[in-house]
């Protein structure tokens, strides 16, 4: 079966640059997930879209900005990077909002130099 | 914050049933009890959930209290591949987000 696809799986950039991360939910599935993983700790949740609108939203950075696309495809935008954000990025997907359960993709692991 | 207590880690040996027990004390009528395994910087899978009843599918059974403050998963042949770190996670349907805790590191030895 089609699973959560992210996009990149690795990503190196330098402090103050820009990244953009990519996520493709399973087909159908209409509602995205964010979450940030830090080395050594648990995966905490960053902002959610149902139907290409916002959510939910949890302890994002004003630097992060995220966005739905017609075709449910979302992107997370992160500016002025910081050594701090060096991170895993997981989303999730599910259909129906939250209703249902959310399935997550392999990852991008962001490394800040 | 999580809503759930686990013990840090857990020894299995291989082809023995692990079972790892979570309490939620204060989880509400209409919140869920799901659980996920991440296997080493992996995407988080998921593995079953329940609301009251106890459920069981390919992967595990879910064995919840009548009172709900608690429940017990349980991986019935456990294998090497299923060394992981185990969250469980109360999950109120109409907030969407998942609160990760501390989770239950499992080791399955030989």
Not at chain 1, 22 to 48: A, E, M, N
Not at chain 2, 31 to 55: F, M
Request: contains cysteine; hydrophobic residues 30%.
């Amino acid at each position: 079966a089609a699973g959560v696809i992210q996009s990149p799986r690795h990503l190196i950039k330098e402090k103050r640059e820009t990244a953009t991360l990519k996520c493709y939910p399973i087909p159908r599935h209409d509602t995205v997930y964010w979450y940030q993983q830090g080395p050594g700790q648990d995966p905490q949740f960053l902002i959610s879209f149902y139907e290409k609108m916002q959510s939910d939203k949890g302890s994002i950075p004003d630097r992060f900005s995220a966005q739905q696309f017609s075709d449910y495809h979302s992107e997370l935008n992160m500016s002025s990077l910081e050594l701090g954000d060096s991170a895993l990025y997981f989303c999730a997907s599910s259909l129906g909002g939250s209703l249902n359960t959310q399935y997550f993709g392999p990852g991008t692991r962001l490394t800040v130099l | 914050d999580a809503k759930t207590t686990q013990p840090p880690s857990m020894d299995c040996a291989e082809g023995r049933a692990a079972n790892l027990p979570c309490n939620h004390s204060t989880i509400s009528g209409n919140e869920y009890v799901y659980w996920y395994r991440q296997i080493h910087s992996q995407g988080p899978q998921y593995i079953i959930h329940g609301l009251k009843n106890n459920e069981t599918n390919e992967m595990a059974s879910l064995i919840i209290t009548e009172d709900r403050k608690s429940s017990t998963l349980i991986l019935p042949h456990a294998t090497l591949r299923d060394t992981a770190v185990y969250y469980c996670i109360v999950f109120n349907n109409q907030g969407g987000k998942l609160i990760f805790g501390q989770g239950t590191e499992l080791s399955v030895k030989p």
